[in-house]
Nanobody, 129 residues
Framework: RCSSESGGDLVQTGGSLRLSCQASGFDVDMYDIGWFRQAPGKAREGVTCIRARYGVKLYAENVKDRFTIFSDSSGPSYNKTVFLQMNDLKPDDAGVYYC???????????????????WGKGTQVTVAS
């Protein structure tokens, strides 16, 4: 199994980006998949996850109503993509965003925690103020 991210870029405050996590070798719909981010000098924090087989999406409080996670509904189930649509970006949203496959995703206020067993390599998001 592996996943790879893309879509990171430099945007202005208030701008939008769509990140992609391309899965390979596993069925996206059968796993809990989400996004973590890590700003310089800070711990990696969970932002959102999708539990497609249960119809559940979880968000950290400070991204709810601005970020949307979804997976594509077409194509082979073992090569689907999970997307993170990010709107109204703020400087605090900047960091390296990692696609993560794992379990036990739990919202804990401003972050999600989870037990991750597969990390992507990350994609850089920079938000200019």
């Amino acid at each position: 199994r592996c996943s790879s991210e893309s879509g990171g870029d430099l945007v202005q405050t208030g701008g939008s980006l769509r990140l992609s996590c391309q899965a390979s070798g596993f069925d996206v719909d059968m796993y809990d998949i989400g996004w973590f981010r890590q700003a310089p000098g800070k711990a990696r924090e969970g932002v959102t996850c999708i539990r497609a087989r249960y119809g559940v999406k979880l968000y950290a409080e400070n991204v709810k109503d601005r970020f949307t996670i979804f997976s594509d509904s077409s194509g082979p189930s073992y090569n689907k993509t999970v997307f993170l649509q990010m709107n109204d970006l703020k400087p605090d949203d900047a960091g390296v965003y990692y696609c993560a496959v794992g379990a036990a995703w739990v919202p804990r206020g401003k972050i999600l925690t989870a037990s991750i067993d597969l990390w992507g390599k990350g994609t850089q998001v920079t938000v200019a103020s």
